[in-house]
């Protein structure tokens, strides 16, 4: 298989890219800039491209694809996976360049990268999309978070809604990749002590999450939750455990 994955140079992205290496897969990757990039490719093993991409462009995500395509041929799995988070402030606090920045990356590059991928594979005839959930999808609301969960909020909705444009089309459709919370410099960046209590119970390791999201996939499910109720439950678990020790 040709895999496509946005924002591949680092955090779960990268993870993945390493893991569909593993399994012998075709992967092409992006980065925002040649630095990230080279630094992504460092040590990967298998058949993989690295391509410069800025997601918020529909010309730059338009000339990746077609570097990957000339490169491995036609996209099986595509992974909108290029994604911002927000200063932890209160939404009225925020500058516009922070709102700007996360709508522009999270909501606008994800419905162009739908847009450009689908296009393709509307015509091949098969293929799959997947959009990468995160900190409110599911409705709920968290101070200091609500324009990033906003627009985790609308991925949601809107890969359903576009699954619906499909008309039920079994070969190509619309995924979703629920990670939960992994320990990356998206999830770490500016917490509070409060919020890294919540992290520290409820968090795993990039190598602990990827291949099961890989897995899944592969197996084309359509919508993919990594940390259930089940496995929240149980790692709390384990905290209570750890504090009577």
Not at 91 to 97: G, I, V
Request: net charge positive; hydrophobic share 40%.
């Amino acid at each position: 298989m040709h895999v496509f994955i946005t924002g591949g140079s680092k955090g779960i992205g990268r993870g993945m890219v390493v893991e569909f290496l593993k399994k012998g897969h075709d992967v092409s990757f992006t980065g925002t800039s040649e630095s990230s990039v080279s630094k992504g490719s460092s040590g990967l093993k298998g058949n993989f491209i690295g391509l410069v991409c800025d997601v918020r462009i529909m010309k730059s995500i338009e000339t990746a694809k077609d570097s990957a395509i000339e490169k491995f041929g036609l996209i099986d799995i595509w992974i909108n996976n290029a994604g911002v988070g927000q200063p932890p402030k209160y939404f009225y606090d925020l500058s516009e360049d922070d709102i700007r920045e996360v709508i522009d990356v999270n909501v606008y590059g994800m419905i162009l990268g739908t847009n450009v991928a689908l296009k393709e594979m509307k015509k091949q005839n098969h293929g799959i999309v997947y959009n990468m959930e995160g900190l409110g999808s599911d409705g709920r609301i968290i101070p200091k978070t609500i324009v990033y969960a906003s627009s985790k909020r609308f991925l949601r909705y809107f890969s359903n809604a576009a699954n619906k444009e499909l008309q039920g089309n079994k070969e190509v459709f619309v995924g979703t990749v629920s990670p939960g919370m992994v320990f990356t410099n998206l999830l770490m960046k500016d917490n509070t002590p409060e919020s890294m209590k919540m992290i520290n119970i409820l968090a795993d390791s990039v190598e602990d999450v990827t291949p099961f999201l890989v897995e899944k996939m592969l197996s084309g499910k359509k919508n993919i939750n990594w940390l259930s109720t089940r496995k929240v439950l149980w790692k709390f678990v384990k905290s209570i455990f750890r504090k009577k020790k």
